[in-house]
């Protein structure tokens, strides 16, 4: 029958001795807990402690192990402690929970530091052929997706994707717009200000222009694009991932590609070139502002050398790139959007590997670009 705990102490010099009594089970968690903790100060007091367990009329593992408990407060002190009295049904269980937590854990071993970065850049590579691949397999899948679309032209979802050009285009223009329009001022401020040393200051509508249509133009805008649009589609996809909404597709017999990504590739691929180009003109407009008030330059000036410095080769030269910068985020952003696991932890990483992957594609396109138009000699 189950008594009250109890846990007397009686001190005789540095000695002290426990009695603990009743019944010492987890019905009894609180009080025992209450107990033990009530005992710790005379436990570090004493030079030697003794638990005598005659009086423990019923013991489980919770009894056991604050006893244990116990005699270790006391031992870790530097102190002996010893346990006499226990019944022969118990001994057992006393031995059991003597024997928890009492072997260290070994300590890991030194790694060599360059077969430690070694393994790294093992890890790595093989953690790029598998997005290499991903990215392949998506590519292939939207080839065949705009086939058939070829084939089926009113299987091509013209609601989702007007709405989804409003969104990646309409919507972005102002922030584009006003992005673009400071760095042509930024330019064209920096470029004044150091030509102006020897006196060539016209130069810098050369440097604007060439820069902002061939190269910085569609750059900004792909990256503005690839954290604005990028991380909103991965975002989405991840989301109905989530909650199972893309598998529900593929129950009733639709294709998630056609219904979700193919609409929203599209739409990038139509947008970026029209946004790239609104860039170009607002980074035109802001470097021409900023020759006029800080360079002293008209604008039928900056006009007239505009004309003599660029030509239509560096205009298509920047919009050519679009598109395809575009698919390479479409691409990366719906294929990551894929990859989300079912928690919210895995979205947020996605989401964040799509926006840094569409930008070092996008920075690599534009490079690889670069070397092939001035192979050809554009």
């Not at 029958?1 to 426990?18: F, K, R, V, Y």
């Not at 072997?103 to 953690?127: E, V």
């Not at 193919?262 to 407009?285: N, T, V």
Request: hydrophobic share 50%.
């Amino acid at each position: 029958m189950a008594t009250a705990p109890l846990l007397t102490a009686t001190s005789s010099g540095d000695a002290l001795e426990l009695r603990p009594a009743g019944s010492w089970v987890a019905s009894n968690a609180e009080t025992l807990e209450r107990l033990s903790s009530d005992m710790a100060p005379q436990l570090d007091r004493a030079a030697a402690v003794k638990v005598d367990m005659t009086g423990v009329h019923e013991l489980d593992t919770l009894g056991a192990w604050l006893l244990e408990k116990l005699s270790r407060r006391a031992t870790s002190a530097g102190h002996r402690a010893d346990i006499v009295g226990i019944a022969d049904n118990y001994a057992g269980l006393i031995d059991e929970v003597r024997q928890v937590n009492r072997h260290t854990p070994a300590p890991p071993p030194a790694r060599n530091p360059i077969l430690a970065k070694l393994g790294d850049i093992g890890r790595a590579t093989i953690g790029s052929r598998e997005d290499i691949a991903a990215f392949l397999q998506m590519l292939g899948a939207l080839c065949i997706a705009i086939l058939g679309i070829l084939r089926r032209p009113r299987s091509l979802r013209l609601t989702s994707l007007a709405y989804q050009l409003h969104r990646v285009g309409w919507q972005a223009i102002p922030i584009v717009a006003l992005i673009t329009f400071l760095i042509g001022a930024i330019i064209a401020q920096q470029g004044i200000f150091h030509f102006r040393k020897f006196g060539a200051e016209s130069y810098v509508v050369d440097m604007v222009g060439i820069l902002v249509l061939r190269e910085l133009g569609v750059l900004i805008v792909a990256i503005m694009v690839a954290g604005r649009s990028g991380s909103a589609y991965t975002a989405e996809l991840g989301s109905m991932k989530m909650r199972e909404e893309i598998d529900a597709l593929s129950t009733m017999g639709l294709d998630p590609l056609e219904v979700l990504m193919l609409p929203r590739i599209l739409a990038l691929i139509c947008a970026l070139p029209i946004l790239s180009f609104i860039g170009a003109m607002a980074a035109l407009y802001g470097g021409g502002l900023v020759a006029w008030f800080y360079g002293g330059m008209g604008p039928a000036i900056f006009l007239a050398r505009l004309h003599e410095a660029v030509s239509v080769t560096h205009f298509e030269v920047g919009i050519i790139k679009a598109p395809f910068m575009a698919l390479v985020i479409g691409i990366v952003a719906c294929s990551e959007g894929m990859r989300v696991k079912g928690s919210a932890e895995s979205l947020g990483k996605q989401t964040t590997t799509s926006v840094v992957k569409s930008i070092f594609l996008v920075i690599v396109l534009d490079g690889l670009f670069a070397v092939f138009f001035a192979s050809i000699g554009m």
